[in-house]
Structures are given as C-alpha cells and as structure tokens.
C-alpha cells in the first residue's frame, strides 16, 4: 500500500537534509530507511537546500 503524502515545513525539511548528511548515507539509502521521497532529496537543486539550510 502507498504511503499518504506527506507534506513537511522547510524547517523539517531542514532537519532530513541535516540528519541525511550526518548520516553517512547515500541520499536513496537515506530515504528508504526513513520514508522520504528520494526524488526530493535528490532533485532539489543546492540552492534550495542552501536555502532552507539557512
């Protein structure tokens, strides 16, 4: 069964890209543990990330 969306704010966003890059792992291994989109992590530009980093 699919998972409903879920849709995040940018400071919880802010926490997955933290946590993922502290991890050590990839951005897909990342995602599968947690259950996070990987084409998000993935497909957004670093500018975006820089962004909802700051």
Do not use: F, N
Request: some cysteine; glycine content about 2%.
């Amino acid at each position: 069964m699919t998972k409903p969306y879920t849709r995040r704010s940018s400071s919880e966003w802010q926490k997955i890209i933290e946590d993922q890059a502290e991890s050590g792992l990839s951005a897909p291994q990342y995602c599968k543990r947690h259950q996070v989109s990987v084409s998000v992590t993935i497909s957004t530009p670093k500018t975006t990330q820089s962004a909802l980093l700051t």
